[in-house]
Structure formats: structure tokens, C-alpha cells
């Protein structure tokens, strides 16, 4: 009798197993089963899967011996707008949602990787940066606990951003002006992070600030010029003001006026990017 009663136990059991048991086995085996046929698509040469793809009679695969992985440019930095590390972690594994980032950070500093560097993970989405309108495919994504509202940013959270921003521009040689927050490339939609310590990142070396003492912007200083040169999208002008404003000026960004000192901080931030 006692053996029935232990067999459902002993079959969830084999199946953890089977899965290499832990908390997050299931989505673990899916991670591994998408990691497995993107490796196989990669070793095969063209011949077998892409070249039979185009319509031509006379063609050959004559391999190059030139060659590597596709690497980020780009770093995009966002806010959850979630309660917890746990919940984003169980957003990030809903087929449903269909989003995801390549790192999370913790209101304690912990980092949990959830996507490899080289793959495409779905953080961006519609937006544009400069001439780059695809930032899934040329960006590292990073996810920092935090609700966007009231939240604060803990030292420890921002001191573990830091050391992994670090590495990421050490390892991909990813240039200074290239580390922007969400609302810097899609506007029109987001505004995350919000309230950032952006000044204690550029101080490392990551994305620009403003000096202490701003020059005057001359005359025929244009504003769209200068947020064209820094990246933003001007199409939509004034989404493009709010977002300057929401990761440089942090107040009224609401609305899209800019006032003198604003415009001082526009022109140097501009001149920063033209060095």
C-alpha cells in the first residue's frame, strides 16, 4: 500500500531529475534546448540550410576563414516597474510576455544572467538611436530592480551595475557615449530608468555628464541639431526634449520646454559627443 502512495512522489522526483532538478529546471531545459539549435544553425556551413534558400541556379559555398560572432554596441539600462527580483525573473520566463533582458540586477546587488551576451534578448523594442532602429540586435540589455516610482537606488545595486558595466565595456569594447537608459531610444514610450544616478555613471566611464561650469550656447545653437548629434530621434521633437530631459535635467519632464540652463546642459553634453 505504502509504495502506491510513494509513487507519485517518486515519479516527480525522476522528472527533476531528468531536468537536472532545482527551482528553475523547466525553464532551464527550454534555455538549453533554444541554446542547442542556435549552435547547430551557427556550425553548419550555408550549403546545407541557407544557400539552397536563394533562387539561382549557379551558386557555391566557399567558406572564408575570416570570420566571428556578431558582439554588442550598445548598452540599454531600464527599471523593472516590478516588486521584486523573483517577479521579474517569472516575467522574463512567460512565453506570453515574450520579454526579456541579459542581466537583472537586485535591490541587494545580485545579479542573475538570464540571457548569453551574444544572443538577441527582447529588451528595446520599437525605437530608434542614432541610425540604429534594432537595438535587440546590437545592444546588452540590463534589467535593475526597481518599481519606477518611489523606489531609491541602493548603493549596492549601483556599485554592482558599475563592476558589470565594466566588464561589458571592457570585454566588447564598448565606446563611452554608447550606454543610454530605455527612455533615451524609445521616448514616445518609456521613461525608465527613472530618477537614475546617471552622474555616477559617467564618472566611471559610462555614457556623459555635464560639466560643473556650462558655456553658453551660441546664437544659432539648434536644439534638434544637438539632440540629432547626441542620438536621439528628432521626428518626434518634443518626445525627444522629454527624454533628454528625463536622463539629464530630471525635473518637469512633462513638458517639453527647455530652459537656459537646460540648453547649456543640451550644448555640452552635445559638445561631449562630437569630441
Known amino acids: 500500500m505504502k509504495k502506491f502512495y510513494l509513487l507519485p512522489f517518486l515519479v516527480a522526483g525522476a ?21 542547442k539549435e542556435f549552435a547547430a544553425f551557427y556550425k553548419e556551413a550555408p550549403v546545407e540550410s541557407q544557400l539552397p534558400k536563394i533562387d539561382v541556379t549557379d551558386k557555391e559555398w566557399i567558406g572564408s576563414i575570416n570570420f566571428g560572432v556578431r558582439k554588442p554596441n550598445y548598452v540599454m539600462i531600464h527599471h523593472t516597474a516590478q516588486d521584486s527580483l523573483a517577479q521579474t525573473v517569472k516575467t522574463f520566463h512567460s512565453a506570453r510576455a515574450g520579454v526579456s533582458s541579459h542581466y537583472v540586477i537586485g535591490r541587494d546587488g545580485k545579479i542573475v544572467q538570464m540571457v548569453n551576451d551574444l544572443y538577441r534578448a527582447h529588451h528595446a523594442g520599437l525605437g530608434r538611436w542614432g541610425n540604429d532602429t534594432d537595438l ?127 540648453l547649456k546642459i543640451l550644448y555640452n553634453i552635445m559638445l561631449k559627443y562630437l569630441q
Not at 21 to 29: D, I, N, Q, S, V
Open 136 to 262: 535587440n540586435s546590437s545592444s546588452i540589455g540590463i534589467e535593475l530592480d526597481n518599481n519606477g516610482v518611489s523606489d531609491p537606488w541602493p548603493d549596492a545595486q549601483i556599485d554592482a551595475l558599475i563592476k558589470l558595466l565594466t566588464y561589458l565595456k571592457e570585454t566588447y569594447k564598448i565606446p563611452q557615449g554608447n550606454f543610454i537608459g530605455h527612455m533615451d531610444y524609445a521616448p514616445t514610450r518609456k521613461n525608465d530608468p527613472s530618477r537614475f544616478p546617471w552622474k555616477k555613471l559617467a564618472d566611471a566611464g559610462f555614457g556623459y555628464w555635464y560639466d560643473d561650469v556650462l558655456e553658453t550656447p551660441p546664437a544659432n545653437f539648434d536644439v534638434k541639431i544637438a539632440l540629432k548629434v547626441i542620438g536621439y530621434d528628432v521626428k518626434n521633437l518634443d518626445a525627444a526634449i522629454k527624454g533628454f530631459k528625463h536622463h539629464y535635467i530630471q525635473r518637469d519632464t512633462k513638458t517639453a520646454e527647455l530652459t537656459d540652463e537646460d
Open 15 to 35: 522528472l527533476l531529475a531528468s531536468c537536472g532538478g532545482g527551482k528553475y529546471a523547466a525553464t532551464e531545459k527550454i534555455y538549453k534546448k533554444k541554446a
